[in-house]
């Protein structure tokens, strides 16, 4: 009995484990799916039940300090480092988040979206842009500390 009793805590264990390194809320390194070169780092986070990301490092070389240049409104010349780029998406129970918000400041535009883990590889984030019916899908790389 003592074994089994033991047996059932490691796989508690291990699944307690395994269900959090697949967790959404993380850092990630944005890859351009052009160029393949990394972008910057994202920090994915909840706050009231919904998603919500912050541009908290800027990867490409000489773009360190990039401002927003091409926005409107209260975005127009700001600092792209801070930016938060996704906002209020919702967990459609699935593992995948909708939302309306995903802001590419190079471009000044805001895009629906879907995001989700690569079922294949939980370090592996795919963030899908809508504009209409026309999509484009990145793949997001779990930063590792």
Known sequence: MKHHKLLLFFIGLFLINFSYGQSIFDEWKTIDDRT??????????????QM?????KVLE???????????????????VLGMTIIKGA?????GEWKGKYLFDPEQAMTFR????????????????????FIYRTQTWIRVKD
Request: proline content about 6%.
């Open 113 to 132: 979206c879907k995001i989700w883990l690569n079922p294949d590889n939980p370090d592996e984030l795919k963030v899908r842009g809508y504009l209409a």
């Open 61 to 79: 070389e000489g773009k360190e300090n990039f401002k927003c240049t091409k926005c409107e409104g209260d975005l127009k010349d700001a600092p």
């Open 90 to 94: 919702e967990d459609d129970g699935d």
């Open 36 to 49: 393949g070169k990394p972008k910057g780092v994202i920090k994915i986070y909840k706050k009231d039940g």
């Open 52 to 56: 919500y990301g912050d541009i908290v």
